[in-house]
């Protein structure tokens, strides 16, 4: 079945530094999606990419998403106490379905 | 007022009880999903209902029934729990399924003893 690997499993930084996390689908996705999810709480849906290439930016967040529609990227630029949380990818493969990746959690220290 | 809401936001019980977790949305949502969430953080997708017809049906065991009875609730009925049903279960619902974002309810932390 399909399935989208996201590394890496925990991240630990100093307030500041910056920090990526990677999703890797074998099969093309039709879109990709980024949640975020804080300690105790639910995911909450960041941003949605679906053209190949596409670049999207929020604040200090970029995401990007790759050419052939594999593989996808999240980068914090000089992280803060409050991006704490897990950040998953899910994987869009067709209508109604999606799978996310294992998440990765970071944690930065102030 | 809350977009997704889940009950019991906590459920304790033992080994072989059967119980149900209810999910309720008010964003006019067609699709509705349920996902699991274990000790490790991994999501994974249980079911999903579009319309109150179920589409996905992801390999989980038949102790778990999930029921639409109109667009805006899917409820999850678990029958002869077993430890390892120990888990974060969420409700989640979008507009058109896997092409726009989901929203979540809170959870329903489960604990089988």
């Known amino acids: 079945g399909q399935q989208v690997m996201q590394i890496p499993q925990y991240q630990h930084v100093q307030e500041g530094e910056d920090f990526t996390t990677y999703c890797n689908s074998s099969t093309t996705l039709s879109n990709i999606q980024w949640y975020k999810q804080r300690p105790g709480g639910h995911p909450v849906f960041l941003i949605q990419?679906?053209?190949?290439?596409e670049v999207k930016k929020q604040k200090r967040l970029t995401f990007q998403f790759g050419e052939a529609k594999k593989n996808s990227s999240l980068h914090i630029t000089a992280t803060q106490t409050t991006d704490v949380g897990t950040y998953f990818c899910a994987g869009g493969y067709n209508f109604n379905k999606f799978y996310f990746g294992s998440g990765t959690k970071l944690n930065v220290k102030p | 007022d809350t977009a997704v809401s889940q009950t019991p936001k906590y459920l304790v019980t033992q080994m072989g009880n059967d119980k149900s977790i209810k999910c309720e949305q008010n964003l006019g949502h067609d699709t509705m999903y349920w996902y699991k969430q274990d000790s490790k953080k991994f999501l994974k997708i249980m079911f999903s209902?579009?319309?109150?017809?179920?589409?996905i049906n992801e390999t989980v065991p038949n102790r778990f029934s999930p029921k639409s009875p109109d667009k805006a609730h899917l409820n999850l009925h678990i029958n002869s729990l077993e430890l390892g049903d120990s888990a974060v279960y969420f409700c989640a619902s979008s507009p058109s399924g896997g092409v726009t974002e989901a929203f979540f309810g809170q959870g329903t932390r489960l604990t089988v003893v």
């Open positions: 990419l679906v053209k190949s290439g």
């Open positions: 209902y579009n319309n109150k017809e179920l589409i």
